[in-house]
């Protein structure tokens, strides 16, 4: 039985390797070792069946193992990926990849905590540990990137922290002396909890966490950041970051749904969730900017998640398979986007135009890509979205789907029309500034894109019996009434090693 | 004088001491002015428990020192270091006026009283001034977060809105464990140090701290 802080311990001490180590070749290797290793104890966790808990603080839940594996997955398919992207002016590479590693040890700890005091710390030095990645270009554009990232995300991780304060202020009311706030307990207790503060509780956990996952109207900074940290960073922020803000959302969720206030919260969820979908679609028009674009699509995806859930029970498996979905997605377009970047050293589309020509299998990885993110059908995004949709319809929420179709169906054209002429169009003329750079550089770029495109491919096609009853009982976690929900939560933490 | 009163008081100075900052506009003055609320606050658990009766735990202890040591003692000397350093010493045309936003935050503090009067109070708490003197003071934080041009400023009023979440806190001192809280004040200790040190390359960057020039990226 794997022990559960080697999820936090392995990434932090490849951390302290990456500090450490004299050669430059040597600290990627660490790495990439890290990573992986964390891939492998992750692996481990679901090999063996029974995991082991560390208390009240640590357990793993379907949902935080689900979450824990997607993450795990896209930080190491990144650390081979920035293999081939790292060049040897970045300034102090040693903070660079130790702040990536951290970054991964806190958002494990995200997936990991069963308090969700603990999650909030786990949650605000996962932002932390991002800060340092986001201005590694330096310069003023990403300084002012970094500015807003940091000023929005730590307004709105205070107030998640007022918002857990108003939910142990409302578990108070039935308690009286030491208030538990492991979710767990706090599900058992739900029946006693006072609903105003609740709510209060919920609203300044969503608004808070939803920051730090770029749900509008608190995604000003989501462009910027994704468009100015170096690519490799801003698939980490989109795919990895946002699932664990997500988290946070969904543990304050779980304990409002066995509070009996599952209609409340899913009420302001679709609020945010269609707001998001609007302003996405909004933005993405137009734009001449393919790492903006790109930031506005995980916009849209948290949005379209954000409605799954808001749903409830019927669009809950949905949303898990989305996360699944987006996560690859977003390791795909961004690893390309970190490609063009050195190959072309712009961010302009029409600079770009023809990467079929030039490099086909970068064109060919760009066009999966693509159709996944715009959900067409053999890919799994356009399961989850049409899942999303009958649970809308199933319950006559016909605003729902009106907006919804609406908004997808403008993004869909925008981002083609948008991007394909970077796939088919004519490769400019002028193709001077172009740094190919060794052809090893190029595969350890293309191979992890490529990887995780076929994994989106295969499982949108085929979708194993395993997979399937993972993302179920993810799902069944979130918006189980109560009862059911308690039993498959206390399981792992009673088994104490 | 009981304590009681005391605490009553201290809880008013706070909200004072909220109006003053938006009314200042030396960013020296603004930042003692934050660290003289930070230690009302930081003494405020051990007032209360001591005016029970009781001897301060090790928990109030450890609270009061770590919120001494850090909003008292070191971030204030890290922002004041910053200030002498770039020789920038006013708030210049902040989108709001000083008077003006001395008004708004009235506005607030009044605003803040006649909403959480309504709202039930399930715990224990120290004083009944507890929870709209809480909001009032996050309120004041986030005024002054939107309506200040400096970087530094801005980052005051985000420690302003912390310690008016920290207050909020206060109420809860006997039930939250103590390894969060003091992860709580190290998230903090390092979000204001990085604050810091963009701040710091922003003035290296721009010449000044002014984050009105940090509007390149928008939608074209």
Excluded at chain 2, 47 to 76: N, Y
Aim: aromatic content about 8%; charged content about 10%.
């Amino acid at each position: 039985m794997p022990n559960l802080l080697l999820l936090i311990h392995v990434p932090l001490a490849f951390a302290l390797l990456c500090l450490g180590l004299p050669f430059s070749w040597l600290r990627l290797a660490s790495l990439a070792a890290g990573a992986v290793v964390h891939l492998g104890v992750v692996a481990w966790t679901w090999w063996v069946p029974s995991v082991g808990g560390t208390g009240a603080y640590l357990g793993l839940d379907p949902l935080g193992h689900l979450f824990l594996t997607l993450i795990s997955v896209l930080f190491a398919a990144t650390s081979v990926y920035f293999v081939g992207y790292h060049q040897k002016r970045l300034v102090s590479q040693r903070v660079f990849l130790a702040c990536v590693l951290v970054l991964l040890a806190a958002l494990s700890l995200v997936c990991l905590s069963r308090q969700i005091g603990l999650l909030w710390v786990a949650m605000e030095a996962a932002s932390l540990a991002a800060t340092p990645l986001i201005y590694f270009r330096l310069g003023p554009r990403a300084l002012e990137a970094t500015w807003k990232f940091v000023l929005m995300n730590s307004v709105g991780i205070a107030l998640a922290l007022l918002g857990i304060f108003c939910i142990a202020v409302s578990a108070g009311a039935s308690e009286g002396g030491a208030v538990s706030l492991t979710v767990s307990d706090l599900i058992a207790g739900a029946a006693r909890l006072d609903p105003v503060w609740l709510r209060a509780g919920f609203l300044l956990a969503l608004v808070g966490f939803g920051t730090k996952m770029g749900l509008a109207p608190l995604h000003s900074w989501k462009p910027d950041a994704y468009g100015e940290a170096p690519p490799p960073v801003a698939a980490l922020l989109a795919g990895g970051m946002t699932l664990g803000a997500f988290t946070g959302i969904l543990r304050v969720y779980q304990i409002c749904n066995a509070a009996g206030l599952a209609a409340f919260a899913g009420f302001w969820l679709m609020v945010f969730g269609l707001l998001s979908l609007a302003v996405a679609a909004v933005f993405i028009v137009g734009h001449n900017d393919y790492r903006r674009i790109l930031a506005y699509t995980s916009v849209e995806h948290m949005g379209i998640m954000a409605v799954g859930i808001g749903l409830g029970a019927s669009g809950s498996y949905a949303t898990m398979l989305h996360a699944l979905h987006n996560t690859l997605n977003k390791g795909v377009l961004f690893f390309l986007a970190g490609f063009v970047w050195r190959t072309y050293h712009s961010t302009r589309i029409r600079d770009v135009a023809g990467m079929l020509h030039r490099f086909p299998a970068a064109g060919v990885v760009l066009l999966a890509g693509l159709c996944a993110t715009c959900a067409l059908p053999p890919f799994g995004m356009f399961f989850s979205e049409l899942g999303v949709l009958l649970a809308a319809a199933e319950q006559s929420r016909w605003w729902v789907v009106g907006v919804f179709t609406f908004t997808l169906a403008v993004v869909f054209v925008g981002v083609m029309t948008a991007m394909l002429p970077m796939v088919f169009g004519d490769p400019p003329v002028a193709a001077a500034g172009e740094a190919v750079g060794p052809r090893w550089r190029r595969t350890a770029m293309l191979a992890p894109a490529g990887v995780l495109a076929l994994l989106a491919l295969a499982l949108g096609t085929y979708q194993p019996r395993a997979v399937t009853e993972a993302l179920a009982a993810a799902a069944a976690c979130v918006s189980a009434p109560g009862a059911s929900e308690r039993v498959a939560v206390q399981d792992p933490v009673e088994v104490l090693p | 004088m009981n304590t009681q009163m005391i605490v009553d008081s201290v809880l008013v100075l706070v909200i004072l001491l909220d109006l003053a900052m938006l009314a200042v506009s030396r960013l020296a003055t603004c930042i003692r002015l934050f660290a003289l609320q930070s230690l009302l606050l930081a003494l405020l658990p051990l007032a209360a428990t001591t005016g029970r009766g009781e001897i301060p735990g090790l928990h109030e202890i450890t609270v009061a020192a770590g919120a001494l040591g850090l909003k008292v003692i070191l971030l204030p000397r890290i922002l004041l270091r910053i200030i002498r350093t770039g020789e920038i010493h006013q708030e210049i045309e902040p989108f709001i006026g000083f008077t003006a936003s001395v008004l708004v935050g009235a506005g607030l503090v009044i605003g803040s009283f006649a909403v959480t009067r309504g709202l039930p109070l399930p715990v224990d708490r120290i004083s009944d001034f507890l929870p709209p003197v809480s909001a009032a003071t996050i309120l004041v934080g986030l005024l002054i977060l939107i309506s200040r041009v400096k970087a530094v400023t801005q980052v005051v009023g985000f420690l302003v809105m912390e310690n008016g979440i920290y207050l909020f806190g206060l109420l809860l001192l006997e039930q939250t464990p103590l390894l969060v809280e003091l992860g709580i004040l190290l998230d903090l200790f390092v979000g204001v140090f990085i604050m810091a040190i963009v701040v710091y390359h922003i003035r290296r960057e721009f010449d000044h701290m002014d984050t009105h020039l940090l509007d390149t990226l928008k939608e074209a």
